[in-house]
Nanobody, 127 residues
Framework: HVQLVESGGGLVQPGGSLRLSCAAS????????ITWFRQAPGKEREGILC?????????YYGESVQGRFTISRDNAKSTVYLQMHSLKPEDTAVYYC???????????????????YGKGTPVTVSS
């Protein structure tokens, strides 16, 4: 069955870096888009980064993370990574990966249509 499992969250100081992982199983990662979302306490869920299926070669970045966060995939490990640099206290949130499981699909930063997602990994940016 389809499963997404996030890991790598934790406590980091402002200005620091962290890499999150999204391990996928039950489907061939290469053929499907993956989006990273985050939800801070009291705020709406925000789509921040997306990587499309490999044949489309798209990546979408939300304005709040552009220039600081990057997304990549390792198809051999069936894992998508979220590399975060220059972290700010406002990046504190639970981070989720999700997919609409549309074969060959393009990117979307919208939660609408997401069919599968993990339980999330918490990131706290604080001194």
């Amino acid at each position: 069955h389809v499963q997404l499992v996030e890991s790598g969250g934790g406590l980091v100081q402002p200005g620091g870096s962290l890499r999150l992982s999204c391990a996928a199983s039950g489907f061939t990662l290469d053929n499907y888009p993956i989006t990273w979302f985050r939800q801070a306490p009291g705020k709406e869920r925000e789509g921040i980064l997306c990587i499309s299926s490999s044949n489309r070669g798209q990546t979408y970045y939300g304005e709040s993370v552009q220039g600081r966060f990057t997304i990549s995939r390792d198809n051999a490990k069936s894992t998508v990574y979220l590399q975060m640099h220059s972290l700010k206290p406002e990046d504190t949130a639970v981070y989720y990966c999700a997919t609409d499981l549309m074969w060959g699909g393009s990117c979307s930063l919208s939660w609408h249509g997401m069919e599968y997602y993990g339980k999330g990994t918490p990131v706290t940016v604080s001194s």
